[in-house]
Protein backbone atom coordinates (compact mmCIF):
# COMPACT_ATOMS: atom_id res chain seq x y z
CA UNK A 1 0.00 0.00 0.00
CA UNK A 2 1.13 3.59 -1.05
CA UNK A 3 0.77 5.69 2.24
CA UNK A 4 0.45 9.83 1.03
CA UNK A 5 4.17 11.39 1.53
CA UNK A 6 5.08 14.36 -0.52
CA UNK A 7 7.69 13.90 -3.03
CA UNK A 8 9.74 16.23 -0.94
CA UNK A 9 8.87 14.35 2.06
CA UNK A 10 10.42 11.29 0.39
CA UNK A 11 13.45 13.33 -0.78
CA UNK A 12 13.95 14.00 3.29
CA UNK A 13 13.29 10.38 3.89
CA UNK A 14 15.88 8.97 1.23
CA UNK A 15 18.27 11.49 2.31
CA UNK A 16 18.02 10.42 5.88
CA UNK A 17 21.24 10.18 7.72
CA UNK A 18 19.74 7.11 9.74
CA UNK A 19 18.19 5.76 6.65
CA UNK A 20 20.14 2.21 5.61
CA UNK A 21 22.52 2.29 2.50
CA UNK A 22 24.97 -0.10 1.10
CA UNK A 23 26.60 -1.70 3.79
CA UNK A 24 23.45 -2.78 5.29
CA UNK A 25 21.94 -4.94 2.83
CA UNK A 26 25.35 -6.29 1.94
CA UNK A 27 25.39 -7.23 6.18
CA UNK A 28 21.88 -8.22 6.19
CA UNK A 29 21.52 -9.71 2.76
CA UNK A 30 24.79 -10.87 1.93
CA UNK A 31 26.75 -13.83 2.88
CA UNK A 32 30.48 -15.03 3.28
CA UNK A 33 31.17 -11.39 1.62
CA UNK A 34 34.88 -10.37 0.83
CA UNK A 35 35.16 -7.10 0.06
CA UNK A 36 37.86 -6.09 -3.21
CA UNK A 37 39.32 -2.75 -3.06
CA UNK A 38 40.80 -0.19 -5.22
CA UNK A 39 40.61 0.29 -9.37
CA UNK A 40 44.19 -0.69 -10.55
CA UNK A 41 44.49 2.41 -11.78
CA UNK A 42 44.86 5.21 -9.14
CA UNK A 43 43.27 4.19 -5.44
CA UNK A 44 40.25 2.79 -3.73
CA UNK A 45 37.73 4.99 -3.48
CA UNK A 46 35.54 4.13 0.11
CA UNK A 47 32.44 6.02 -1.25
CA UNK A 48 31.64 2.71 -2.98
CA UNK A 49 32.19 -0.45 -1.91
CA UNK A 50 32.61 -3.64 -3.62
CA UNK A 51 33.02 -7.16 -3.31
CA UNK A 52 31.72 -10.94 -3.70
CA UNK A 53 29.30 -13.22 -1.43
CA UNK A 54 25.91 -15.28 -2.13
CA UNK A 55 22.56 -14.48 -1.81
CA UNK A 56 20.90 -17.85 -0.63
CA UNK A 57 23.85 -19.84 -1.74
CA UNK A 58 24.37 -17.91 -5.59
CA UNK A 59 27.54 -16.29 -5.78
CA UNK A 60 26.70 -12.62 -6.77
CA UNK A 61 28.78 -9.39 -6.84
CA UNK A 62 27.59 -6.55 -4.84
CA UNK A 63 28.54 -2.38 -5.71
CA UNK A 64 26.93 -0.35 -3.22
CA UNK A 65 27.30 3.37 -2.68
CA UNK A 66 27.89 4.12 1.21
CA UNK A 67 28.15 7.23 2.88
CA UNK A 68 28.98 5.99 6.26
CA UNK A 69 27.93 6.51 9.58
CA UNK A 70 30.47 8.67 12.12
CA UNK A 71 31.56 12.00 10.94
CA UNK A 72 35.09 10.54 10.19
CA UNK A 73 34.12 8.12 7.91
CA UNK A 74 31.58 9.91 6.57
CA UNK A 75 34.60 11.83 5.19
CA UNK A 76 36.47 9.59 4.50
CA UNK A 77 33.91 8.36 2.23
CA UNK A 78 33.09 12.01 1.18
CA UNK A 79 29.51 11.68 2.32
CA UNK A 80 28.36 8.78 -0.39
CA UNK A 81 29.84 10.46 -3.54
CA UNK A 82 32.16 8.87 -5.38
CA UNK A 83 35.23 9.85 -7.15
CA UNK A 84 36.03 8.23 -10.55
CA UNK A 85 38.06 5.30 -8.86
CA UNK A 86 35.11 4.28 -7.43
CA UNK A 87 33.23 4.34 -10.91
CA UNK A 88 36.37 2.31 -12.45
CA UNK A 89 36.81 -0.07 -9.21
CA UNK A 90 32.93 0.00 -9.87
CA UNK A 91 33.92 -1.54 -13.79
CA UNK A 92 36.64 -3.82 -12.99
CA UNK A 93 34.37 -5.55 -10.60
CA UNK A 94 31.50 -5.81 -12.82
CA UNK A 95 34.15 -7.07 -15.59
CA UNK A 96 35.67 -9.96 -13.18
CA UNK A 97 31.50 -10.58 -12.51
CA UNK A 98 31.23 -11.39 -16.24
CA UNK A 99 34.39 -13.23 -16.75
CA UNK A 100 32.81 -15.97 -13.92
CA UNK A 101 29.17 -15.53 -14.91
CA UNK A 102 27.76 -14.05 -11.96
CA UNK A 103 25.13 -11.65 -11.60
CA UNK A 104 26.00 -8.09 -10.22
CA UNK A 105 23.83 -6.13 -8.15
CA UNK A 106 24.02 -2.48 -7.59
CA UNK A 107 23.04 -0.56 -4.65
CA UNK A 108 22.31 3.46 -5.31
CA UNK A 109 22.42 5.99 -2.88
CA UNK A 110 24.25 9.18 -3.46
CA UNK A 111 23.30 12.88 -4.31
CA UNK A 112 25.81 12.24 -7.23
CA UNK A 113 29.31 11.90 -8.54
CA UNK A 114 31.70 13.85 -6.22
CA UNK A 115 32.19 17.42 -7.79
CA UNK A 116 35.90 18.88 -7.06
CA UNK A 117 38.92 20.16 -9.17
CA UNK A 118 40.63 16.51 -8.34
CA UNK A 119 37.89 14.20 -9.60
CA UNK A 120 37.92 16.23 -12.73
CA UNK A 121 41.45 16.12 -13.52
CA UNK A 122 41.44 12.33 -13.16
CA UNK A 123 38.05 12.04 -15.28
CA UNK A 124 35.19 12.23 -13.78
CA UNK A 125 32.92 12.43 -17.09
CA UNK A 126 35.09 9.59 -18.89
CA UNK A 127 34.14 7.45 -15.76
CA UNK A 128 30.64 7.53 -16.08
CA UNK A 129 30.62 7.36 -19.56
CA UNK A 130 33.01 4.04 -20.13
CA UNK A 131 30.26 2.32 -17.03
CA UNK A 132 27.70 3.33 -19.23
CA UNK A 133 29.04 2.46 -22.47
CA UNK A 134 30.57 -1.04 -20.68
CA UNK A 135 27.69 -1.98 -19.03
CA UNK A 136 25.60 -2.00 -21.88
CA UNK A 137 27.78 -4.73 -23.23
CA UNK A 138 28.33 -6.58 -19.53
CA UNK A 139 27.41 -10.43 -20.45
CA UNK A 140 25.86 -11.10 -17.12
CA UNK A 141 22.77 -10.57 -15.25
CA UNK A 142 22.76 -6.67 -13.65
CA UNK A 143 20.05 -5.89 -11.18
CA UNK A 144 20.26 -1.82 -9.82
CA UNK A 145 18.34 -0.87 -6.53
CA UNK A 146 17.63 2.48 -5.82
CA UNK A 147 17.85 2.57 -2.08
CA UNK A 148 18.18 6.32 -0.86
CA UNK A 149 19.00 9.39 -3.58
CA UNK A 150 19.78 8.62 -7.08
CA UNK A 151 21.67 11.71 -7.46
CA UNK A 152 21.64 12.20 -11.41
CA UNK A 153 25.07 10.91 -13.95
CA UNK A 154 26.56 9.54 -10.89
CA UNK A 155 23.54 7.24 -9.73
CA UNK A 156 23.07 6.30 -13.82
CA UNK A 157 26.92 4.86 -13.40
CA UNK A 158 25.75 1.89 -11.74
CA UNK A 159 22.27 2.11 -12.71
CA UNK A 160 22.52 0.40 -16.47
CA UNK A 161 21.21 -2.37 -15.63
CA UNK A 162 18.45 -5.25 -16.81
CA UNK A 163 15.96 -5.02 -13.80
CA UNK A 164 15.76 -1.55 -12.02
CA UNK A 165 14.12 -1.64 -8.50
CA UNK A 166 13.30 1.58 -6.12
CA UNK A 167 12.49 0.75 -2.73
CA UNK A 168 9.39 3.08 -1.67
CA UNK A 169 10.89 6.33 -0.20
CA UNK A 170 13.75 6.38 -2.78
CA UNK A 171 14.03 8.94 -5.26
CA UNK A 172 15.68 9.05 -8.60
CA UNK A 173 16.36 12.15 -10.83
CA UNK A 174 17.98 14.24 -13.25
CA UNK A 175 18.66 16.96 -11.06
CA UNK A 176 18.13 17.84 -7.24
CA UNK A 177 15.03 19.75 -6.20
CA UNK A 178 17.52 22.41 -4.65
CA UNK A 179 19.55 22.74 -7.93
CA UNK A 180 16.35 22.95 -10.01
CA UNK A 181 14.86 25.38 -8.13
CA UNK A 182 18.17 27.43 -8.41
CA UNK A 183 18.15 27.40 -11.94
CA UNK A 184 13.98 28.07 -12.33
CA UNK A 185 13.64 30.84 -9.79
CA UNK A 186 16.91 31.32 -8.21
CA UNK A 187 15.46 30.10 -5.06
CA UNK A 188 16.78 26.82 -3.51
CA UNK A 189 14.23 27.09 -0.77
CA UNK A 190 11.51 26.66 -3.14
CA UNK A 191 13.06 22.91 -3.42
CA UNK A 192 9.52 21.12 -2.00
CA UNK A 193 7.81 22.82 -5.43
CA UNK A 194 10.71 21.48 -7.95
CA UNK A 195 10.47 18.01 -5.91
CA UNK A 196 7.26 17.96 -7.46
CA UNK A 197 7.70 18.75 -10.93
CA UNK A 198 10.45 16.46 -11.32
CA UNK A 199 8.57 13.42 -10.92
CA UNK A 200 11.26 11.47 -8.92
CA UNK A 201 9.37 9.48 -6.88
CA UNK A 202 9.71 5.52 -7.07
CA UNK A 203 5.75 5.58 -7.84
CA UNK A 204 6.71 8.01 -10.97
CA UNK A 205 9.30 6.39 -12.12
CA UNK A 206 6.87 3.19 -11.97
CA UNK A 207 4.45 4.31 -13.72
CA UNK A 208 6.81 5.76 -16.84
CA UNK A 209 8.58 2.52 -16.97
CA UNK A 210 11.69 3.69 -15.82
CA UNK A 211 11.80 1.41 -12.99
CA UNK A 212 10.16 -2.25 -12.88
CA UNK A 213 9.72 -3.22 -9.13
CA UNK A 214 9.14 -1.06 -6.07
CA UNK A 215 9.99 -2.55 -2.62
CA UNK A 216 6.90 -0.49 -0.19
CA UNK A 217 7.80 0.84 2.86
CA UNK A 218 5.30 1.80 4.85
CA UNK A 219 5.06 0.50 8.23
CA UNK A 220 7.83 -1.89 7.72
CA UNK A 221 11.21 -2.18 9.46
CA UNK A 222 14.63 -1.94 7.88
CA UNK A 223 15.03 -5.85 8.22
CA UNK A 224 11.42 -6.52 6.96
CA UNK A 225 12.29 -4.22 3.70
CA UNK A 226 15.73 -6.19 3.04
CA UNK A 227 13.52 -9.03 3.17
CA UNK A 228 11.17 -8.29 1.07
CA UNK A 229 13.96 -6.88 -1.45
CA UNK A 230 15.41 -10.31 -0.93
CA UNK A 231 12.66 -11.94 -2.28
CA UNK A 232 12.21 -10.31 -5.45
CA UNK A 233 16.20 -10.49 -5.91
CA UNK A 234 16.53 -13.85 -6.16
CA UNK A 235 13.45 -13.91 -8.32
CA UNK A 236 14.73 -11.66 -10.73
CA UNK A 237 18.33 -13.30 -10.52
CA UNK A 238 16.45 -16.53 -11.43
CA UNK A 239 14.77 -14.68 -14.23
CA UNK A 240 16.84 -13.47 -15.81
CA UNK A 241 19.95 -15.75 -15.60
CA UNK A 242 17.53 -18.21 -17.60
CA UNK A 243 18.04 -16.12 -21.02
CA UNK A 244 20.78 -16.48 -23.41
CA UNK A 245 23.32 -14.12 -23.24
CA UNK A 246 22.06 -12.61 -26.27
CA UNK A 247 18.25 -12.54 -25.32
CA UNK A 248 19.96 -10.80 -22.12
CA UNK A 249 22.08 -7.96 -24.10
CA UNK A 250 18.92 -7.07 -26.48
CA UNK A 251 16.46 -6.83 -23.54
CA UNK A 252 18.58 -4.47 -21.85
CA UNK A 253 19.40 -2.38 -25.12
CA UNK A 254 15.45 -2.00 -25.66
CA UNK A 255 14.93 -1.48 -21.82
CA UNK A 256 16.93 1.99 -22.56
CA UNK A 257 15.72 2.24 -26.14
CA UNK A 258 12.37 2.48 -25.43
CA UNK A 259 12.62 5.26 -23.14
CA UNK A 260 12.03 8.46 -24.57
CA UNK A 261 11.39 6.91 -28.34
CA UNK B 1 28.25 30.79 -49.28
CA UNK B 2 25.11 32.11 -51.06
CA UNK B 3 23.48 28.58 -50.48
CA UNK B 4 24.32 29.10 -46.77
CA UNK B 5 23.14 32.73 -46.57
CA UNK B 6 19.98 31.38 -47.55
CA UNK B 7 19.28 28.64 -45.29
CA UNK B 8 20.30 31.00 -42.83
CA UNK B 9 17.86 33.69 -43.68
CA UNK B 10 15.04 30.98 -43.95
CA UNK B 11 15.87 29.69 -40.50
CA UNK B 12 16.41 33.38 -38.76
CA UNK B 13 13.95 34.68 -41.03
CA UNK B 14 16.34 37.55 -41.63
CA UNK B 15 16.97 38.84 -45.39
CA UNK B 16 20.36 39.76 -44.36
CA UNK B 17 22.63 38.89 -41.76
CA UNK B 18 23.44 41.55 -39.26
CA UNK B 19 26.96 41.89 -38.67
CA UNK B 20 28.38 39.49 -35.78
CA UNK B 21 30.08 41.02 -32.43
CA UNK B 22 33.23 39.60 -30.90
CA UNK B 23 32.01 39.04 -27.07
CA UNK B 24 36.16 39.11 -25.95
CA UNK B 25 37.18 42.59 -28.15
CA UNK B 26 33.40 44.29 -29.36
CA UNK B 27 35.21 43.78 -33.23
CA UNK B 28 31.88 44.36 -35.17
CA UNK B 29 32.63 41.80 -38.19
CA UNK B 30 30.50 42.01 -41.53
CA UNK B 31 28.72 38.11 -41.79
CA UNK B 32 30.31 37.24 -45.07
CA UNK B 33 33.66 37.96 -43.18
CA UNK B 34 32.94 35.92 -40.51
CA UNK B 35 31.67 33.16 -42.02
CA UNK B 36 35.05 33.15 -44.03
CA UNK B 37 36.76 33.42 -40.97
CA UNK B 38 35.42 30.05 -39.86
CA UNK B 39 33.40 32.29 -37.47
CA UNK B 40 36.58 33.07 -35.51
CA UNK B 41 37.35 36.96 -34.55
CA UNK B 42 39.56 38.38 -37.26
CA UNK B 43 40.68 41.21 -34.74
CA UNK B 44 41.32 38.51 -31.49
CA UNK B 45 40.73 35.23 -32.39
CA UNK B 46 38.40 34.60 -30.57
CA UNK B 47 36.14 31.33 -31.11
CA UNK B 48 31.92 31.93 -31.77
CA UNK B 49 29.91 29.38 -30.78
CA UNK B 50 28.81 27.63 -34.32
CA UNK B 51 25.51 27.67 -35.75
CA UNK B 52 24.79 23.90 -36.75
CA UNK B 53 24.19 25.18 -40.34
CA UNK B 54 27.47 26.83 -40.41
CA UNK B 55 29.21 23.60 -39.09
CA UNK B 56 27.50 21.74 -41.56
CA UNK B 57 28.55 24.35 -44.58
CA UNK B 58 32.21 24.12 -43.28
CA UNK B 59 32.57 20.36 -43.15
CA UNK B 60 30.53 17.91 -45.75
CA UNK B 61 30.68 18.54 -49.28
CA UNK B 62 28.60 20.85 -51.13
CA UNK B 63 24.95 19.34 -51.54
CA UNK B 64 25.99 15.48 -50.23
CA UNK B 65 23.53 16.36 -46.74
CA UNK B 66 20.63 14.14 -46.28
CA UNK B 67 18.75 15.73 -43.12
CA UNK B 68 17.03 12.88 -40.78
CA UNK B 69 14.13 13.21 -38.39
CA UNK B 70 13.95 16.72 -39.20
CA UNK B 71 10.57 17.03 -37.84
CA UNK B 72 11.08 15.26 -34.71
CA UNK B 73 9.80 17.65 -31.77
CA UNK B 74 9.98 17.37 -27.93
CA UNK B 75 6.23 16.51 -25.82
CA UNK B 76 6.30 17.61 -22.40
CA UNK B 77 6.87 14.14 -20.92
CA UNK B 78 6.61 15.41 -17.03
CA UNK B 79 4.37 18.31 -18.03
CA UNK B 80 6.91 20.03 -16.32
CA UNK B 81 6.06 24.16 -15.69
CA UNK B 82 6.05 26.44 -18.95
CA UNK B 83 8.19 23.85 -20.71
CA UNK B 84 5.92 24.17 -23.60
CA UNK B 85 6.81 27.80 -23.77
CA UNK B 86 10.23 27.36 -22.99
CA UNK B 87 10.57 24.81 -26.70
CA UNK B 88 8.42 27.37 -28.74
CA UNK B 89 11.13 30.49 -27.62
CA UNK B 90 13.91 28.08 -28.42
CA UNK B 91 12.53 26.98 -31.47
CA UNK B 92 11.84 30.92 -32.66
CA UNK B 93 15.35 31.77 -31.38
CA UNK B 94 17.23 29.43 -33.33
CA UNK B 95 14.67 28.47 -36.03
CA UNK B 96 15.52 24.37 -35.32
CA UNK B 97 12.85 21.67 -33.76
CA UNK B 98 15.73 20.49 -31.72
CA UNK B 99 19.17 20.84 -30.23
CA UNK B 100 20.40 18.54 -32.51
CA UNK B 101 20.64 18.08 -36.49
CA UNK B 102 21.58 14.98 -37.65
CA UNK B 103 21.82 13.19 -41.18
CA UNK B 104 24.10 11.54 -43.39
CA UNK B 105 26.82 13.55 -45.71
CA UNK B 106 30.24 12.81 -47.72
CA UNK B 107 33.13 14.43 -46.15
CA UNK B 108 36.16 14.79 -49.09
CA UNK B 109 34.02 12.04 -50.71
CA UNK B 110 33.83 9.47 -47.53
CA UNK B 111 30.35 8.97 -46.77
CA UNK B 112 29.30 9.13 -43.06
CA UNK B 113 26.74 9.66 -40.20
CA UNK B 114 27.10 13.19 -39.02
CA UNK B 115 25.32 14.87 -35.58
CA UNK B 116 25.39 18.64 -35.10
CA UNK B 117 24.36 20.18 -31.74
CA UNK B 118 23.45 23.79 -31.50
CA UNK B 119 23.60 25.37 -28.55
CA UNK B 120 20.62 28.00 -29.28
CA UNK B 121 18.59 25.38 -28.85
CA UNK B 122 18.19 25.62 -25.21
CA UNK B 123 21.98 25.29 -24.77
CA UNK B 124 22.03 22.22 -26.42
CA UNK B 125 20.81 20.45 -23.45
CA UNK B 126 19.70 16.85 -24.03
CA UNK B 127 16.26 15.50 -23.52
CA UNK B 128 13.82 12.90 -25.31
CA UNK B 129 14.81 14.34 -28.79
CA UNK B 130 18.32 14.95 -28.51
CA UNK B 131 18.76 11.68 -27.21
CA UNK B 132 16.24 9.71 -29.62
CA UNK B 133 18.12 11.88 -33.33
CA UNK B 134 21.06 10.52 -32.21
CA UNK B 135 20.77 7.07 -31.31
CA UNK B 136 18.59 6.74 -34.42
CA UNK B 137 21.61 8.20 -35.91
CA UNK B 138 24.31 5.36 -34.79
CA UNK B 139 21.34 2.79 -35.56
CA UNK B 140 21.26 4.03 -39.05
CA UNK B 141 25.26 4.47 -39.49
CA UNK B 142 25.58 1.13 -37.72
CA UNK B 143 22.83 -0.35 -40.73
CA UNK B 144 24.56 1.12 -43.60
CA UNK B 145 28.04 0.23 -42.24
CA UNK B 146 29.14 4.08 -41.98
CA UNK B 147 31.49 5.55 -39.59
CA UNK B 148 30.03 8.43 -37.45
CA UNK B 149 30.96 12.10 -36.83
CA UNK B 150 29.40 13.95 -33.77
CA UNK B 151 30.07 17.87 -33.50
CA UNK B 152 29.10 18.42 -29.57
CA UNK B 153 28.19 21.17 -27.73
CA UNK B 154 25.62 20.69 -24.32
CA UNK B 155 24.88 21.91 -21.40
CA UNK B 156 23.51 18.61 -20.42
CA UNK B 157 20.55 17.03 -19.91
CA UNK B 158 17.67 18.72 -19.75
CA UNK B 159 16.08 19.57 -16.44
CA UNK B 160 12.43 20.08 -17.99
CA UNK B 161 12.35 16.20 -18.68
CA UNK B 162 13.52 14.78 -15.47
CA UNK B 163 14.38 11.52 -15.46
CA UNK B 164 13.88 10.72 -19.57
CA UNK B 165 16.46 13.24 -20.06
CA UNK B 166 18.58 11.36 -17.82
CA UNK B 167 18.27 7.89 -19.06
CA UNK B 168 19.06 9.36 -22.59
CA UNK B 169 22.56 8.85 -21.65
CA UNK B 170 22.21 5.37 -21.55
CA UNK B 171 20.57 5.10 -24.32
CA UNK B 172 22.66 6.79 -26.41
CA UNK B 173 25.55 5.37 -24.75
CA UNK B 174 23.91 1.59 -25.81
CA UNK B 175 23.45 2.98 -29.40
CA UNK B 176 27.63 3.85 -29.66
CA UNK B 177 28.51 0.79 -27.98
CA UNK B 178 26.82 -1.20 -30.68
CA UNK B 179 28.00 1.31 -33.80
CA UNK B 180 31.18 0.36 -32.30
CA UNK B 181 31.17 -3.18 -32.00
CA UNK B 182 30.30 -3.25 -35.83
CA UNK B 183 33.65 -2.14 -36.52
CA UNK B 184 32.83 1.41 -37.19
CA UNK B 185 34.53 4.82 -36.23
CA UNK B 186 33.23 7.39 -33.90
CA UNK B 187 34.61 10.35 -33.89
CA UNK B 188 33.60 12.88 -31.56
CA UNK B 189 34.50 16.83 -31.74
CA UNK B 190 34.02 19.02 -28.76
CA UNK B 191 33.51 22.52 -28.77
CA UNK B 192 32.29 25.18 -26.30
CA UNK B 193 31.18 24.34 -24.25
CA UNK B 194 30.78 20.04 -23.70
CA UNK B 195 29.56 19.51 -19.91
CA UNK B 196 27.76 17.68 -17.62
CA UNK B 197 25.94 13.96 -18.80
CA UNK B 198 27.20 15.05 -22.25
CA UNK B 199 30.49 14.53 -21.18
CA UNK B 200 29.42 11.98 -18.53
CA UNK B 201 28.42 9.86 -21.97
CA UNK B 202 28.78 9.75 -25.55
CA UNK B 203 31.30 12.46 -25.96
CA UNK B 204 33.73 10.83 -24.05
CA UNK B 205 32.90 7.50 -26.27
CA UNK B 206 34.72 8.76 -29.23
CA UNK B 207 37.00 5.75 -30.65
CA UNK B 208 38.74 9.67 -31.39
CA UNK B 209 38.15 12.55 -29.57
CA UNK B 210 39.19 16.18 -31.10
CA UNK B 211 38.69 19.42 -29.48
CA UNK B 212 38.61 23.22 -30.49
CA UNK B 213 40.75 25.24 -28.84
CA UNK B 214 40.08 26.43 -25.07
CA UNK B 215 36.60 25.08 -25.65
CA UNK B 216 35.15 24.58 -21.78
CA UNK B 217 34.80 20.83 -21.40
CA UNK B 218 33.94 19.05 -18.05
CA UNK B 219 31.39 16.98 -15.76
CA UNK B 220 30.56 19.76 -12.75
CA UNK B 221 29.93 22.88 -13.23
CA UNK B 222 32.77 25.38 -12.10
CA UNK B 223 30.51 27.46 -9.83
CA UNK B 224 29.24 24.06 -8.70
CA UNK B 225 32.60 23.00 -7.44
CA UNK B 226 33.69 26.26 -6.46
CA UNK B 227 30.72 26.52 -3.98
CA UNK B 228 31.13 22.75 -3.22
CA UNK B 229 34.72 22.53 -2.14
CA UNK B 230 35.73 26.31 -1.39
CA UNK B 231 38.87 25.98 -3.98
CA UNK B 232 39.79 28.49 -6.30
CA UNK B 233 40.24 27.09 -9.54
CA UNK B 234 42.80 26.79 -11.32
CA UNK B 235 43.91 29.16 -14.59
CA UNK B 236 42.21 27.29 -17.73
CA UNK B 237 40.66 24.38 -15.34
CA UNK B 238 38.48 22.04 -17.70
CA UNK B 239 39.62 24.06 -21.07
CA UNK B 240 40.60 21.83 -23.82
CA UNK B 241 44.10 22.24 -23.00
CA UNK B 242 43.43 21.15 -19.26
CA UNK B 243 41.86 17.73 -20.96
CA UNK B 244 44.93 17.15 -23.68
CA UNK B 245 47.45 17.40 -20.58
CA UNK B 246 45.68 15.04 -18.34
CA UNK B 247 45.23 12.50 -21.24
CA UNK B 248 41.16 12.85 -22.01
CA UNK B 249 41.51 14.07 -25.56
CA UNK B 250 43.53 13.26 -28.53
CA UNK B 251 44.49 16.41 -30.29
CA UNK B 252 43.47 19.98 -30.27
CA UNK B 253 42.47 21.12 -33.85
CA UNK B 254 41.95 24.74 -34.93
CA UNK B 255 38.72 25.21 -37.05
CA UNK B 256 40.19 26.22 -39.99
CA UNK B 257 42.00 22.81 -39.91
CA UNK B 258 39.01 20.86 -38.75
CA UNK B 259 37.76 19.39 -41.97
CA UNK B 260 40.90 18.38 -43.15
CA UNK B 261 42.18 16.43 -40.21
CA UNK B 262 38.54 14.61 -40.23
CA UNK B 263 39.21 14.00 -43.89
CA UNK B 264 42.48 12.30 -42.73
CA UNK B 265 41.54 10.44 -40.35
CA UNK B 266 38.35 9.27 -41.78
CA UNK B 267 40.34 7.94 -44.61
CA UNK B 268 42.95 5.95 -42.18
CA UNK B 269 40.19 4.31 -41.15
CA UNK B 270 39.07 2.72 -44.56
CA UNK B 271 40.01 -0.72 -45.21
Same mark, same amino acid.
Given at each position: ?????????? %??? &???????????????????????????????? &????????????????? *???????? *?????????????????????????????????????????????????? /?????????????????? /????????????????????? %?????????????????????????????????????????????????????? %??????????? *?????????????? /???????????????? /??????? | ????????????????????????????????????????? =????????? $??????????????????? $??????? =???????????? @???????????????????????????????????????????? @????????????????????????? $????????????? @?????? @? $??????????????????????????????????????????????????????????????????????????????????????????????
Amino acid at each position: MADTKTAYER %VQA &ARNGKRPMGSYYIEHMVDDFVELHGDRRFGDD &AAIVAGIGYINHIPVTV *IAMERGDT *IEDRMKRNFGCPEPEGYRKALRLMKEAEKFHRPVICFIGSSGAYCGIEAE /KRGQGLAIAENLYEMMGL /KTPVISVVVGEGGSGGALALG %VCDTAIMLENAVYSVISPEGCASILWKDASKAPEAAEHLRLTSYDLLSFDVVEK %VIPETGKTDRE *ICSALKTVLLDEIK /KLSSLTTEELLDHRYQ /KFRKIGA | MSTLKTILNTITGNVEQPPRICKKCNAEIPYEDYLANHCIC =PECGAYFRM $RAVERLDATVDKGTFQEID $RKLKSKN =PIDFPDYKEKLE @KAEKASGLTEGVVCGTAKIDGIDCGLFIMDSAFMMGSMGTVVGE @KITRLFEKATALGLPVIGFITSGGA $RMQEGIFSLMQMA @KVSGAV @K $RHSEAGLLYIAVLTDPTTGGITASFAMQGDIIIAEPKALIGFAGQRVIEQTTGEKLPAGFQRAEFQLEHGFVDLIEERPRMTYTLAKLLKLHQA
